[in-house]
């Protein structure tokens, strides 16, 4: 089997493709002439990956990578994928996202007819939610908060179009906030464990840096996402959209204390105006039952495991 990866020099991107070569697929991923490779330098060096030159943004890049690799399965990571720049870049996140996935779909509508796609949505798409709608199912009202959320809702309808206007073979997900190795550093566990480890180490001062600590989020692991990627793909039924959580909401004070409490380290914390958001999403807490139910996929790596390992990898970096 053949599995295109959009995206595989992100974070996800890098553990999907270790997934998928586990399995035996062929992999295939698309990268920017000016991507950093440090996620997929192994793969490189063991010559295990090929990857193509490609700008989702342009149509006929699209076309000509997905041509190239006649993939069976295509796995759609690539996004502009950080909350905060959508804000300062709202049509860049919505061109990039919406406009970009549409790229895909028709490349694949044209090329590939019989190719399974999976489209990446996100928890974001569910927004402004209730402590009383928790936790949350699939139903749940879209009430996007960002211009991010509102493009994965755009993402998340267009493979649903697709679906229904075409009969692709689209399934989508709603995946909630995942960590571990490789997390981008400006996102909340790899942001608070690199200046963690820079303290440990005497690179920083004892001051640590923090957003919002009263947000809630639903945190998984990523090599249990990329599993769940693959487990609705090839088992999931065309057209649905499944959510990816643990079922269990965390403060994001909370995430703190379980770092600090890893590292033994003892910060000041200072917290930084431009880590606040406009309209932060203040509550996310997912129901993983239909997934479970449909595909069989539950999560295995428990979060204090993940905290530790990203901390680690952190310790490396720095
Ligand atoms: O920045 P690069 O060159 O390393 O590539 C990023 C890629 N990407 C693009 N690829 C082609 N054409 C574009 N115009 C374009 N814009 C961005 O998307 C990188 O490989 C990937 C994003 O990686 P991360 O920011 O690390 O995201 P992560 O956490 O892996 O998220 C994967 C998916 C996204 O759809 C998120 O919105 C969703 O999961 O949560
Ligand atoms: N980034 C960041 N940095 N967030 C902070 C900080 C900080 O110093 N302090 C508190 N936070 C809070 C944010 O306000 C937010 O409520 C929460 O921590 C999580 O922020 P992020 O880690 O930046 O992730 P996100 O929830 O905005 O989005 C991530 O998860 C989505 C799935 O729900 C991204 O990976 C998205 O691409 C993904 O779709």
Not at 256 to 265: Q, V
């Amino acid at each position: 089997m053949k599995a295109l990866i959009t995206g595989i020099t992100g974070f996800v991107g890098s553990h999907l493709a270790e997934h998928l070569l586990s399995l035996n697929y062929e992999v295939f991923g698309s990268v920017r002439w000016r991507s950093k490779r440090d996620n997929i330098a192994h793969l490189e060096k063991q010559r295990v990956i090929k990857l193509f030159e490609t700008d989702i943004k342009d149509p006929l890049s699209v076309r000509k990578t997905v041509a190239d690799c006649l993939p069976d399965e295509i796995y759609h990571l690539a996004a502009q994928s950080f909350v905060p720049t959508s804000w300062a870049a709202p049509a860049e996140t919505l061109d990039t996202n919406i406009l970009g996935q549409l790229n895909i779909l028709e490349a694949v509508r044209e090329v590939v007819p019989d190719a399974k796609v999976h489209v990446v949505g996100s928890s974001e798409e569910y927004g402004l939610v209730h402590p009383d709608e928790c936790p949350m199912t699939e139903d749940q009202p879209l009430r996007p908060l960002s211009p991010y959320g509102v493009s994965k809702v755009g993402q998340d309808l267009l493979g649903w179009q697709f679906f229904q206007s075409y009969r692709l073979h689209v399934v989508r997900t709603r995946a909630f906030n995942h960590t571990g190795p490789r997390r981008g550093e400006v996102f909340v566990t790899s942001s608070f464990s690199k200046q963690l480890a820079e303290i440990k180490l005497g690179k920083s001062q004892p001051v640590m840096k923090v957003g919002n600590l009263e947000a809630k989020r639903d945190f998984s692991d990523v090599r249990d996402v990329v599993r769940a990627y693959h487990d609705v793909l090839t088992k999931g039924t065309p057209g649905e959209v499944y959510n990816i959580c643990s079922g269990t909401g965390r403060t994001i004070q909370s995430v703190l204390d379980l770092l600090l409490e890893i590292t033994g380290l003892n910060v000041e914390i200072e917290q930084d105006p431009k880590r606040m958001r406009p309209s932060d999403v203040m509550v996310l807490e997912g129901s993983a039952a239909k997934i479970k139910k449909e595909v069989g996929w539950t999560p295995s790596i428990p979060f204090e495991q993940t905290m530790k390992d990203l901390y680690e990898f952190w310790l490396e970096r720095v």
